[in-house]
DNA sequence: CTCCCTGCAAATCCTTTGCATACAG
DNA sequence: CTGTATGCAAAGGATTTGCAGGGAG
């Protein structure tokens, strides 16, 4: 447990108890989720913090590196806690966001390409692409049983 | 003048003023604007029109593809009249967006292979993807002068 | 002891909606 | 005429902010 207090300082922040219990979320399911959704269920596990601190701590762990925002999804933003680059997939009907996984293109991260030829080429100093691609997932693609 | 009617015709809709006067703004400058800068540009071209008949009409425009919604900006919709596929650079610092274009990748449109491979491999329903990268421009970079 | 974090509530920002009126087809 | 678009104002959802108290270092 001291783990998260390591951690922490080692991206200069300081321990809180909402931060380890937002981070120990993260650490168990790899998932996305919204400001929301994980205030939800972190109360639901006897968790005292308010959305506000979830809001603020989500800030917080972004500007520290320690997850990442997925941009532009409707309206409310995702946070993930995976940091490697990869692309998303969003389902405009029912929410779901799954990973891309980079294979798919040959091994070869080509938004990361995207970037460095933008670079050169425009003078802009870029962070790191994000590529959320909207549609409809198999589920409900399906006709309602 | 009655290129508008016949335009929007064509897509399903009917004549307005305000359709208008957002259609030749957009045919004036190929530019990329948000719902409220639209709105304030036009009151002072002298355009009596409401902000939420800008929404309105740029959810209109765009369901109709005559307009593309530009996602995951900061906040606030921005939407462009080029429709053809290219990327956006953001400036996180002063806003501004500028076009990034697809030349710069051997022409090759790689978010067009992520989206095909992913609906091959995922059993999604894709829409065409939309990549825009957050940064800072050559303007923002210099030191104030 | 000092500063950062928290909780709560109010505030803000962007966008949508309700409803009566006006205009296009 | 019929139906859709408009304007205005009010509602809505997501995120931020102000402020006083509490805990970390």
């Known amino acids: ?80 806690s995976n940091i490697s680059p990869h692309y998303h997939l969003v389902c405009k009907s029912c929410g779901a966001v799954v990973d891309l996984p980079l294979e798919v293109l040959d091994g070869t991260v080509v938004t990361q390409r995207v970037k460095e030829h933008a670079e050169e080429h425009s003078g802009w100093r870029l962070e790191e692409p994000k590529l959320t691609i909207l549609g409809v997932c198999p589920d409900c693609q399906a006709p309602k049983a």
Chains 1, 2 share one sequence.
């Open 1 to 80: 447990m001291d783990d998260v207090r390591t951690l922490l300082k080692h991206h200069g922040l300081r321990y809180s108890k909402p931060r380890e219990a937002i981070l120990s979320y993260f650490a168990e399911r790899d998932s996305h989720v919204s400001a929301e959704s994980l205030y939800l269920a972190l109360r639901q596990r006897g968790e005292h913090l308010s959305l506000s601190t979830v809001y603020l701590n989500l800030g917080a762990l972004k500007e520290a590196g320690l997850i990442r925002e997925l941009g532009g999804i409707s309206g409310e933003a995702f946070y993930d």
